[in-house]
């Protein structure tokens, strides 16, 4: 295995204790049970029960730890949107910025509004439309980008993930707004393939199915500076995995992002499917999964677990 640049921070004195911390933290979070609303567009989310929940978190410096539902699979949906990031940072040859915005948008995550005043530029890689484009610049560098998608997730998971077919079909039948946004910018150029053949990839990268041990292990590039943990390979230019990061903190969670910097304080990643990632960079990474979601789309008890984790351990960004 490679070296892992990791000298620059000893292990964090509440690491230690994760043994004891998780299920503190899933009794205080099981008192949550019922304030969030299960995603009910489709069949396949509709039906996964309420108070279900999962905290795995994979340190740096020591073994992975976890409780709750940790080996039950669930749809990453959104989270998805950090892995074709990562795929277009490493293949697609042009520039990426100057189709897909950095800023955090304040609007749900399936908003038209502002790409009409923007010219059908998205406002950043992690809402739907920025992500519908990042899948056009994974068609444009890639002969087959689900499947190189999956390949790669696999790979840093640790074994083979894949595509639920029904929640992929769900999501073609549903996907009204998410045709809306592709077209809209279709109809500003920046969109260069068929609309039909750009959400495809959209609508199954949405619907890789994946437990939270997985999802917290798959982003342990993120952590250490770009290169998987566990393979020594690198995934992401340093410089790379820190702007992943940094728009993680500040776009991840949506019209939520500025109300987890404040209350979570580290990049985070949520999916309708009820899954937030975070990551503690040169320290952990984090996933937590309960599928009763706020207004805003984002895990009640998944927001309010990374919260008692960052507290308890005392790791945050700031
Ligand atoms: N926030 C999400 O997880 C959104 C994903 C969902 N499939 C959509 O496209 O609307």
């Keep these: 295995m490679a070296e892992i640049s990791l000298d620059r921070h000893e292990a964090a004195p509440g690491v230690g204790q994760l043994d004891t ?3 503190r933290i899933a009794e205080e979070v099981s ?52 892995f074709t990031l990562t795929l277009a940072l490493q293949r697609f040859e042009g520039d990426l910025w100057a189709r897909i915005g950095r800023e955090p948008s304040g609007d749900p995550f399936n908003s038209l509004v502002q790409l009409e005043h923007e010219e059908g530029i998205p406002r950043n890689p992690f809402i739907n439309a920025g992500a519908i484009v990042v899948a056009d610049l994974l068609l444009t560098c890639l002969e087959d980008p689900l499947h ?38 279709k109809g500003f150029g920046n969109i260069t393939h068929d609309p039909q053949d750009v959400l495809d990839v959209y609508f199954a990268q949405c619907s890789l199915a994946m437990t939270s041990d997985q999802l917290a ?9 770009g290169v998987d943990p566990a393979s020594g390979e690198r995934v992401l230019e340093v410089s ?31 999916g309708v499917g ?16 309960s599928p009763g ?6 895990s009640v008890k998944g927001r309010a677990a990374l919260e008692h984790l960052v507290t308890e351990t005392g790791l945050s960004v700031f």
């Excluded at 905290?55 to 749809?75: A, C, I, K, Q």
């Excluded at 292990?217 to 952590?223: E, H, S, T, V």
């Design 148 to 185: 190189e998608l999956v390949t790669m997730v696999s790979k840093l998971a640790g074994s083979k993930i894949v595509v639920d077919g029904e929640v992929a079909l769900s999501e073609a039948e549903t996907g009204y707004r998410n045709r809306s946004l592709a077209h809209l910018m």
């Design 21 to 23: 911390i998780l299920p």
């Design 217 to 225: 292990r798959a982003l342990g590039y993120l952590a250490n500076d």
């Design 240 to 270: 790379q995995a820190r702007r992943v990061n940094a728009l993680m903190l500040t776009c991840g969670t949506y019209d939520a992002a500025g109300e987890f910097a404040f209350r979570v304080g580290i990049p985070c990643k949520s």
């Design 31 to 82: 008192g949550l049970t019922g304030q969030g609303r299960v995603a009910d567009y489709i069949p396949a989310l509709a039906r996964v029960p309420a108070e279900r929940f999962a905290l795995s978190v994979n340190p740096l410096h020591s073994e992975p730890v976890h409780v709750g539902d940790h080996d039950t699979t669930f749809s990453i949906q959104s989270i998805s949107k950090v």
């Design 293 to 298: 979601l706020d207004a805003t789309g984002n």
């Design 274 to 289: 009820g899954g937030v990632v975070g990551i503690v960079p040169h320290h952990l990474t984090a996933c937590a999964w």
